[in-house]
C-alpha cells in the first residue's frame, strides 16, 4: 500500500470524474450522490460483491427531526442529536463534523427513501443506550446485508460502474498531492492504473489488522474480531505517507453480546429493555446498560472472557423482530429452561449465586434496593422466572472509529489543517465522532458517518470537479 509520486500529466489506461474506493455503505452513498450530480463513477470494491462492515451490522441508521419522528410525537432535532453523541463522546469528537452530520440525518434518510427507493422505516418500542429519543431506522428485517443489496440495486439503477475483485494498492499523486488515480491489483496478480478527478476513500478501518489493533487498541487484542476481513487499515497508512492527520486511533466499536462459538451478535435491546449479564459465577459485574460499546472490555476481564445474557419470555418475543435473533435461535445459541434452577444446571452456574443475582435484580426492579453498579431497572418489566432463557456471549470488536481527520465537507486534513486537493474519506476509513477509547460509541455512529460523510464527500466531489476550470488549449 503506497503513494507513488507522477508527473501531473501522467497518462493512465482509463479515467473517472470520481473514484470511490470501496463499496460498503459509504461508498454506495458516496457514489450516489456524486452520480446524482451528474459525474460518472467508479466504485472499486475488493471482495466479489459490496458488502463491507455494513452487511455484518444491523443497518440501523440514527436521524433527527423527521417526517417519521414528527408523526408520532416524538421530540427530537439535529441539536438533541448532537448533544446526545457529544456527551457520549465526553465532548471528544470534531464538534463542527458531529452538527454537520446531525443537521444532514434527516434529509440522509429522506433523500435514501425517496430518491434512491431505499426501504427504511423507524424503529419503535425501545431508545438505544446514549439516545434520548427514538431515531434509529433500518430496513425491514433490521439486517445490514438487506441494507447492501438496497444500496447496491440503486447504485446499478443510474448508472454507477462497480469494479469487484479490484484491490486497490497505490495512489498515484503529483508534487501538489493532487490524487491522479490508483493502482489496482486483480484476483490473477495482474495490476492496472485508473485515473481520476477526485478520490473519495470508503474504504475500512484497521480492526482486522493485528498489529495495528496492538498498537492502537492494545485492550482489544483479546477481543475476538467480528468484522469485515478487508479491515487492514489501507486508508490509515496511505493517509500517514501523505502526510495527513490521524485522529481518535484509539477509538472503536466493540460489542458486549457475541454468542460465543457462533459468531451472531445478540443485540442490545435486551439489555436496555430489562437484560443483564453474570459471569461464570453467576455474578452481575457492571452496568450493562452504559453502551454495548464499552460493554465488550468488561466481558473479557471476566473468567474465560466469557458471560451469559439473561432474559425472559418478554424480552425473547421483542428480539424476534431482529434477524440477527432469529439466526441465533436457529444456529442454537439460545438456551431456555423452566426456573432459575434449570436454567443453572443447563450453563453449568451455581445455582445458588444466579439465584441470588436474580434476586437483586428483581429487588431493584421493585425500588426496594439501589444497583450497587448503578444501574436503573426501575423502568422495565421485573423479570418472570417462570420461563428464562440465556446466551453465551464474549466481547467482540466490530470496527475501528479512529481514521484520518476531515472536516465537515469530509475532505481529508493535512497534518496543518489544510484540506488535500481532491482527497475526500467517510465510514471506516475517517475519523469517526466516537472521541477516543470504547465508551464514547454511541449505537449508530459507524453508518452516520458512513451514509452522512458519503453522500457529503459525494456531493462537494462533484461540486469542487463542477468549479474546476476547464483546461486550456
Same mark, same amino acid.
Given at each position: 500500500?503506497?503513494?507513488?509520486?507522477?508527473?501531473?500529466?501522467?497518462?493512465?489506461?482509463?479515467?473517472?470524474?470520481?473514484?470511490?474506493?470501496?463499496?460498503?455503505?459509504?461508498?454506495?452513498?458516496?457514489?450516489?450522490?456524486?452520480? +446524482?450530480?451528474? @459525474?460518472?463513477?467508479?466504485?472499486?470494491?475488493?471482495?466479489k460483491?459490496?458488502?463491507?462492515?455494513?452487511?455484518?451490522?444491523?443497518? *440501523?441508521?440514527?436521524?433527527?427531526?423527521?417526517?417519521?419522528?414528527?408523526?408520532?410525537?416524538?421530540?427530537?432535532?439535529?441539536?438533541?442529536?448532537?448533544?446526545?453523541?457529544?456527551?457520549?463522546?465526553?465532548?471528544?469528537?470534531?464538534?463542527?463534523?458531529?452538527?454537520?452530520?446531525?443537521?444532514?440525518?434527516?434529509?440522509?434518510?429522506?433523500?435514501?427513501?425517496n430518491?434512491?427507493?431505499?426501504?427504511?422505516?423507524?424503529?419503535?418500542?425501545?431508545?438505544?443506550?446514549?439516545?434520548?429519543?427514538?431515531?434509529?431506522?433500518?430496513?425491514?428485517?433490521?439486517?445490514?446485508?438487506?441494507?447492501?443489496?438496497?444500496?447496491?440495486?440503486?447504485?446499478?439503477?443510474?448508472?454507477?460502474?462497480?469494479?469487484?475483485?479490484?484491490?486497490?494498492?497505490?495512489?498515484?499523486?503529483?508534487?501538489?498531492?493532487?490524487?491522479?488515480?490508483?493502482?489496482?491489483?486483480?484476483?490473477?496478480?495482474?495490476?492496472?492504473?485508473?485515473?481520476?478527478?477526485?478520490?473519495?476513500?470508503?474504504?475500512?478501518?484497521?480492526?482486522?489488522?493485528?498489529?495495528?489493533?496492538?498498537?492502537?487498541?492494545?485492550?482489544?487484542t483479546?477481543a475476538?474480531?467480528?468484522?469485515?476481513?478487508?479491515?487492514?487499515?489501507?486508508?490509515v497508512?496511505?493517509?500517514?505517507?501523505?502526510?495527513?492527520?490521524?485522529?481518535?486511533?484509539?477509538?472503536?466499536?466493540?460489542?458486549?453480546?457475541?454468542?460465543?462459538?457462533?459468531?451472531?451478535?445478540?443485540?442490545?435491546?435486551?439489555i436496555?429493555?430489562?437484560?443483564?449479564?453474570?459471569?461464570?459465577?453467576?455474578?452481575?459485574?457492571?452496568?450493562?446498560?452504559k453502551?454495548?460499546?464499552?460493554?465488550?472490555?468488561?466481558?473479557?476481564?471476566?473468567?474465560?472472557?466469557?458471560?451469559?445474557?439473561?432474559?425472559?419470555?418478554? *424480552?425473547y418475543?421483542?428480539?424476534?423482530a431482529?434477524?440477527?435473533?432469529?439466526?441465533?435461535?436457529?444456529?442454537?445459541?439460545?438456551i431456555?429452561?423452566?426456573?432459575?434452577?434449570s436454567?443453572?444446571?443447563?450453563?453449568?452456574?451455581?445455582s445458588?449465586?444466579?439465584?441470588?443475582?436474580?434476586?437483586?435484580?428483581?429487588?431493584?426492579?421493585?425500588?426496594?434496593?439501589?444497583?450497587?453498579?448503578?444501574?436503573?431497572?426501575?423502568?422495565?418489566?421485573?423479570?418472570?422466572?417462570?420461563?428464562?432463557?440465556?446466551?453465551?456471549?464474549?466481547?467482540?470488536?466490530?470496527?475501528? @472509529?479512529?481514521?484520518?481527520?476531515?472536516?465537515? +465537507?469530509?475532505?481529508?486534513?493535512?497534518t496543518?489543517?489544510?484540506?488535500?486537493?481532491?482527497?475526500?474519506?467517510?465510514?471506516?476509513?475517517?475519523?469517526?465522532?466516537?472521541?477516543?477509547?470504547?465508551?464514547?460509541?454511541?449505537?449508530?455512529?459507524?453508518?452516520?458517518?458512513?451514509?452522512g460523510?458519503?453522500?457529503?464527500?459525494?456531493?462537494?466531489?462533484?461540486?469542487?470537479?463542477?468549479?474546476?476550470?476547464?483546461?486550456?488549449?
Amino acid at each position: 500500500m503506497n503513494v507513488e509520486l507522477a508527473e501531473a500529466k501522467h497518462e493512465f489506461e482509463i479515467s473517472y470524474p470520481v473514484i470511490v474506493v470501496g463499496g460498503g455503505a459509504c461508498g454506495m452513498c458516496a457514489a450516489l450522490a456524486a452520480r +446524482d450530480a451528474g @459525474q460518472d463513477v467508479l466504485i472499486l470494491e475488493q471482495d466479489k460483491s459490496p458488502m463491507g462492515t455494513t452487511a455484518m451490522s444491523t443497518g *440501523l441508521i440514527p436521524a433527527a427531526g423527521t417526517l417519521e419522528q414528527s408523526e408520532l410525537g416524538i421530540d427530537d432535532s439535529p441539536e438533541i442529536f448532537a448533544q446526545d453523541v457529544q456527551r457520549k463522546a465526553d465532548n471528544g469528537a470534531d464538534s463542527a463534523v458531529v452538527k454537520r452530520l446531525a443537521k444532514e440525518s434527516a434529509e440522509t434518510i429522506t433523500w435514501l427513501q425517496n430518491k434512491h427507493n431505499i426501504p427504511l422505516s423507524l424503529v419503535t418500542g425501545f431508545t438505544y443506550p446514549g439516545h434520548s429519543a427514538q431515531r434509529m431506522y433500518g430496513s425491514p428485517n433490521r439486517h445490514g446485508g438487506e441494507l447492501m443489496a438496497n444500496l447496491e440495486r440503486a447504485a446499478n439503477d443510474i448508472g454507477v460502474d462497480i469494479l469487484t475483485e479490484a484491490l486497490v494498492d497505490d495512489l498515484v499523486v503529483d508534487a501538489e498531492q493532487n490524487v491522479l488515480g490508483v493502482r489496482v491489483r486483480r484476483p490473477d496478480g495482474s495490476k492496472e492504473e485508473i485515473g481520476c478527478s477526485a478520490l473519495i476513500l470508503a474504504c475500512c478501518g484497521f480492526a482486522g489488522n493485528s498489529d495495528m489493533v496492538a498498537k492502537y487498541t492494545p485492550d482489544m487484542t483479546n477481543a475476538t474480531f467480528h468484522g469485515h476481513p478487508g479491515n487492514k487499515g489501507h486508508a490509515v497508512r496511505w493517509g500517514e505517507a501523505l502526510g495527513a492527520e490521524l485522529a481518535d486511533m484509539s477509538a472503536y466499536q466493540g460489542h458486549g453480546g457475541l454468542a460465543h462459538g457462533y459468531g451472531i451478535p445478540i443485540l442490545w435491546p435486551l439489555i436496555m429493555e430489562g437484560g443483564f449479564q453474570v459471569n461464570r459465577n453467576g455474578e452481575r459485574f457492571s452496568d450493562e446498560s452504559k453502551g454495548y460499546s464499552e460493554q465488550a472490555v468488561k466481558v473479557i476481564a471476566q473468567p474465560e472472557n466469557v458471560a451469559w445474557s439473561i432474559f425472559d419470555q418478554r *424480552l425473547y418475543d421483542l428480539m424476534l423482530a431482529f434477524e440477527d435473533f432469529k439466526d441465533a435461535i436457529n444456529a442454537g445459541a439460545i438456551i431456555s429452561a423452566d426456573g432459575v434452577e434449570s436454567l443453572a444446571t443447563k450453563l453449568k452456574l451455581p445455582s445458588d449465586k444466579l439465584q441470588a443475582t436474580i434476586d437483586d435484580v428483581s429487588a431493584c426492579a421493585n425500588a426496594n434496593k439501589s444497583d450497587a453498579y448503578g444501574r436503573d431497572f426501575t423502568k422495565t418489566p421485573e423479570l418472570d422466572t417462570g420461563r428464562l432463557y440465556a446466551a453465551k456471549v464474549t466481547g467482540a470488536l466490530f470496527h475501528t @472509529q479512529g481514521g484520518l481527520a476531515v472536516n465537515e +465537507d469530509a475532505r481529508v486534513l493535512r497534518t496543518n489543517g489544510e484540506a488535500f486537493p481532491n482527497l475526500f474519506a467517510g465510514g471506516g476509513a475517517a475519523r469517526g465522532i466516537s472521541g477516543a477509547g470504547a465508551s464514547g460509541y454511541i449505537a449508530g455512529n459507524g453508518l452516520l458517518t458512513a451514509t452522512g460523510l458519503g453522500k457529503i464527500a459525494g456531493r462537494e466531489a462533484a461540486k469542487q470537479l463542477e468549479l474546476k476550470p476547464a483546461p486550456l488549449d
